[in-house]
């Protein structure tokens, strides 16, 4: 799971990045994909300690979860109203796509991970 969360860090970061210099560097809060993923990155550093893993893995879940309904409150009434071709849309979109995507394989991980433990 650190390495599947160093690798969403590296996508927000792109798509933060795309997203910013692609709409002209208008506006600093299309960064926020950005700023996720460097979170994201750290966490994955931090679960390289087996004893942090643990935690470093659920608050990596439970800011995706953040993400997620950040990214939905706005994206959804977006897509409502017909925004969908916007850049900041299309890219809130991408990254609740992505974030939704990561909290599913995060918590098989940890289903598998208790099934482990309880086997033992």
Same mark, same amino acid.
């Given at each position: ?6 690798? +969403?860090?590296?996508? /927000?970061?792109? +798509?933060? +990045? ?7 560097r208008t506006?600093?809060?299309?960064l926020i ?11 994955? +550093?931090? *679960? ?7 935690? *470093? ?5 439970? /800011? ?28 809130? /979109?991408v990254m609740?796509? /992505? ?16 099934? *482990?433990?309880?086997?033992?």
């Amino acid at each position: 799971m650190p390495s599947t969360t160093r690798t +969403l860090g590296i996508v /927000l970061i792109l +798509l933060g +990045l795309i997203s910013y210099f692609g709409t002209g560097r208008t506006s600093m809060t299309a960064l926020i994909p950005a700023f996720f993923g460097a979170v994201f990155i750290v966490l994955a +550093l931090v *679960a390289r300690s087996e004893s942090a893993r643990k935690h *470093a893995m659920h608050a990596a879940v439970m /800011l995706a979860l953040l993400g997620l309904l950040g990214t939905l409150f706005r994206v959804v009434p977006a897509i409502m109203a017909g925004l969908l071709t916007r850049p900041a849309v299309l890219a809130q /979109l991408v990254m609740s796509v /992505l974030l939704a995507g990561y909290i599913a394989l995060g918590v098989k991980s940890f289903k598998a991970a208790r099934r *482990a433990r309880l086997s033992r």
